[in-house]
């Protein structure tokens, strides 16, 4: 039995069984997350491409599954990627439990999880970009279900992944011809421009931005958060299997000036944005865009440091727009996401209110809370190495910060003075869970986020 | 000679027949004008690959077509934002300007990929037209038809560097994926499920 079998074949199999069981809502919900969770366990303990002794029994699992000529490997130092991507679906998938989701939701999204996967583990790997379009494809039914009539944040959605899979097919080809010719600089500064207009459809990078708020206003606010958690995180690990795997890429000049200033700009617009929009869903929109811009900022430092902190902002992150897209589910059930209809909600529905308000403080970076370890060591040597990027990042993180009190502000405004407190047991376990996590692993970051360095493992020449 | 002829020709109807998606306001004419498109790809595509693979290309095309045809976005289809001549006129205006750019730019892009004018004029066509479809419209319809005119003429491109059998079977996937999409999309208002 090989790597690439159980944790990309199994889960894709998986996922259809789960397409014909879809009217079993619950029993599907809790098949898929104990699925998942079982991958992760499996991760985490059983040895890659070495002997296991189980009792009597000896295997061994091969690193590698040899598809059409093609390779697809999960290697020993892989399993870490495998635990952290398998890990956020289990848990994703248990919140989707209480988020009313569409009955297409899980089968859909594991078949979504399977492609990541492969799409990180296919050699070589511009077949990752191929892999990934068809896991777009395979999303558009979670972005427009049936009975809805498709929206124009959908449309972009399509256009710009299709854009990008041209562009990084073509970048693939072209990055050939620089390893058989390093010194043709012409072809290097081409390939360069195919990367870096790929990667910016594929990551949303400004001014490619657009989709995600309109995505967000369109779409049911669970569903479309898994999209860009799942998404940009393939997009980001691609990046670095790109860096990782040409010395070219990574050696080249203008590169970290070209990611502080796309990174800058990113996070920029996301927070001016952020800070004049009057409706939750589209504020996470923006808050999704800065954590893009942010993420290109940690891989301009082009240093270990930086790769450590890219990587270990991977957890805030889920955890913050899992927590955050819940909460929206929680109240889109009852009533609009508009500013004017959530005003003094505090006072009727706290813990949901206080979910939202945690998972915008932890990704807008304030102290205490999960994002501010990562952000805090990003700021400190990004102040090293660009001040004009740090004036661009201040007034994005202003912009946030604004949004995110404007929030804050309207929660609190009560009309009535009274509490009358009415909120589902479900879905405020799970958020008082969540909203908790954000708390301690922004208070104790040293428990968590050392794990997170082995998914660097992965990379070895940026180790 | 009759081959250069004959590619002559196709790139003469890619044009022709992107210019004519462009504006067609019928639904099953844009998807013959379509089917049309992928004969002219299928002879480019031959001219550097084997025929069978070639052969691949149109029989996915074709496929593509039937399944969009299947479903049917009636008023949806028809573009309200140039209506009338002067739409008309602006947009065969557009689709000429798209034109002589890829005239003038064909010749440089020798220098990245390393093949003939008719593939080059073929393949920045298509995907100058296709961008053009995008960018002129809202309509989810409209939208795939411009999807797949740009990935048909990244697809001539793209067959001039890479002739793997297996990103021959992966992009023939995301056609016939798209064409499901497209199709999905389409009708997906008038499809009931519930919750």
């Known amino acids: 039995m090989s790597s690439p079998f159980i944790w990309i074949i199994l889960p894709m199999v998986f996922s259809l069984l789960l397409w014909f069981m879809r009217a079993k809502k619950t029993w599907v919900l809790l098949s898929a997350t104990v699925f998942c969770l079982f991958l992760a366990i499996l991760a985490a303990f059983a040895p890659i491409g070495s002997i296991i002794k189980f009792g009597a029994w000896t295997f061994e699992i091969s690193p590698q599954l040899s598809l059409f000529g093609r390779r697809f490997m999960l290697g020993d130092s892989d399993r870490a990627l495998l635990i952290f991507v398998y890990a956020a679906a289990a848990f994703w998938f248990f919140g989707a439990g209480t988020a009313s989701v569409s009955r297409l939701f899980i089968p859909l999204a594991m078949g979504i999880v399977s492609l990541a996967v492969a799409a990180l583990s296919v050699e070589p790997f511009l077949y990752a970009a191929l892999i990934a379009e068809v896991a777009v494809l395979l999303s558009l039914p979670l972005l427009a279900p049936p009975g809805k009539p498709s929206g124009q944040g959908v449309a972009r959605y399509l256009i710009y992944q299709t854009l990008a899979m041209a562009f990084i097919l073509l970048a693939g080809w072209a990055a050939g011809g620089v390893e058989a010719n390093p010194a043709n600089q012409t072809l290097l500064g081409e390939t360069v421009i195919l990367l870096g207009l790929g990667f910016a459809f594929w990551l949303a990078i400004f001014p490619f931005h657009t989709w995600i708020p309109l995505l967000m206003s369109e779409v049911h606010p669970y569903q479309a958060g898994f999209i860009l958690m799942i998404f940009p995180l393939i997009a980001m690990l691609l990046a670095l299997d790109f860096l990782n795997a040409f010395a070219w890429l990574r050696q080249y000049p203008a590169l970290p000036n070209a990611l502080r200033l796309a990174g800058g700009l990113t996070v920029a617009i996301g927070g001016i944005w952020a800070a004049f929009q009057k409706r939750l869903s589209r504020l996470y929109g923006y808050f999704v865009i800065s954590e893009i811009g942010f993420a290109l900022l940690t891989l301009s430092l082009s240093s270990h440091v930086g790769y450590l902190v890219f990587v270990s902002s991977f957890l805030p992150r889920v955890l913050s727009l899992a927590v955050w897209a819940l909460a929206m589910s929680a109240l889109s059930k009852e009533m609009n996401l508009d500013f004017d209809s959530l005003k003094g909600l505090l006072r009727k529905k706290p813990i949901i209110s206080i979910s939202i308000l945690f998972s915008a403080f932890s990704l807008s970076g304030l102290p205490l809370f999960a994002g501010y370890p990562v952000r805090q060591v990003l700021l400190e040597n990004l102040s090293q190495q660009s001040l004009l990027t740090m004036i661009w990042v201040a007034v994005g993180m202003a912009g946030l910060l604004i949004g995110v009190f404007r929030t804050l502000l309207v929660l609190i405004s009560a009309r009535e003075r009274t509490w009358q407190v009415e909120e589902a047991w479900q879905p405020s376990v799970l958020l008082v869970i969540g909203s908790s996590a954000l708390l301690i692993i922004g208070v104790f970051p040293y428990w968590f986020f050392p794990s997170l360095y082995k998914l660097l493992d992965a990379f070895s020449q940026l180790i | ?195």
């Open chain 2, 1 to 195: 000679m009759i081959v250069d002829v004959l590619s002559i020709f196709s790139v003469v109807l890619l044009f022709a027949t992107s210019i004519f998606l462009l504006v067609s306001q019928k639904w099953r004419w844009s998807i013959i004008a379509l089917s049309i498109q992928y004969l002219a790809v299928f002879w480019l595509v031959g001219l550097v690959w084997a025929l069978p693979l070639a052969t691949v290309k149109l029989v996915v095309g074709w496929m593509s077509a039937a399944v969009l045809v299947t479903s049917d976005p009636g008023e949806d289809y028809i573009d309200r934002k140039f209506v009338g001549l002067p739409g008309l006129l602006f947009r065969l205006l557009a689709a000429i300007m798209i034109g002589m750019i890829v005239y003038s730019i064909a010749p440089l892009m020798t220098n990245f990929i390393d093949t003939g004018m008719v593939m080059l004029w073929g393949g920045l066509i298509l995907i100058g037209m296709g961008l053009l479809q995008l960018g002129m419209t809202t309509r989810i319809s409209r939208i795939f038809i411009g999807l797949f005119t740009m990935l048909s003429g990244f697809e001539i491109l793209y067959a001039v560097v890479e002739r793997s059998i297996l990103v021959t079977g992966l992009l023939a996937l995301i056609n016939l994926g798209l064409a499901i999409a497209g199709s999905y999309l389409i009708t997906a208002s008038n499809i009931e499920e519930a919750q």
